[in-house]
């Protein structure tokens, strides 16, 4: 149980740079003069309130229901808080937050994230547009779909479908991207990009 914490845990430390790109996105929650008695813990200047704490552990058994909060698995939950803490307190002091590579590597993980939260919601919402019909189910399934042979249409049906609507979504999300380009005002200053420049020499 306590090793589950730990590995729930990284999902935190996934965050950990975000200290130093996004101030108050980790690290310490409470930025704001807090009454001595909230403070649930505290280590050095960076204090976390009672309901900061309780918003925290509510995080660990949302990312998995099975984990009991027993006294000891908190224990080793708040060792957690404490080691991660003091590292992103060290980092700052030696000022390993304002490097150009911690930097840019905290951009690269925003875009992906971004990009990916774009690209889930977008699908969602056209996946909602996407009607199959039964007729095209059939159709395929009597075109010889990518299925094991002799699989009575009981069974192939619903996989049909499945397979029909993922290639459908696709094609309107592929559609949505050239849409996006098309609307957009982009350049491309071949003389500029040195790679580029030497392919266009050798055509």
């Keep these: 149980m306590i090793q589950r914490v730990y590995l729930i845990s990284a999902v935190f430390l996934t965050g950990i740079c975000l200290a130093g790109f996004f101030p108050g996105v980790m690290g310490c929650l409470s930025t704001s003069k807090t009454a001595q008695t909230d403070i649930a813990l505290q280590i050095n200047d960076c204090k976390i309130t009672a309901d900061e704490f309780d918003k925290l552990i509510r995080f660990e058994t949302s990312v998995d229901p099975e984990i009991e909060m027993t006294n000891e698995v908190c224990s080793q939950f708040v060792e957690y808080l404490i080691r991660k803490e003091l590292m992103i307190q060290e980092a700052s002091r030696l000022e390993l937050d304002q490097s150009a ?3 840019r590597a905290i951009e ?3 875009e992906a994230t971004l990009i990916k939260a774009l690209l889930e919601f977008k699908s969602k919402e056209i996946k909602k547009t996407v009607l199959v019909t039964e007729d095209q189910v059939k159709k395929s399934f009597d ?4 299925l094991p042979p002799d699989t009575p249409y009981e069974q192939a049906g619903p996989l049909i479908r499945k397979q029909l ?3 459908a979504v696709q094609a309107k999300m592929d559609q949505w991207i050239r849409d996006l380009r098309a609307c957009a005002n982009i350049r491309v200053n071949k003389e500029l990009m040195p790679t580029l ?3 266009q020499k050798t055509d």
């Design 108 to 110: 690269k993980y925003w």
């Design 165 to 167: 609507e993922s290639c």
């Design 197 to 199: 420049r030497v392919d």
């Design 101 to 103: 590579s911690f930097i």
């Design 143 to 146: 075109k010889g779909a990518s």
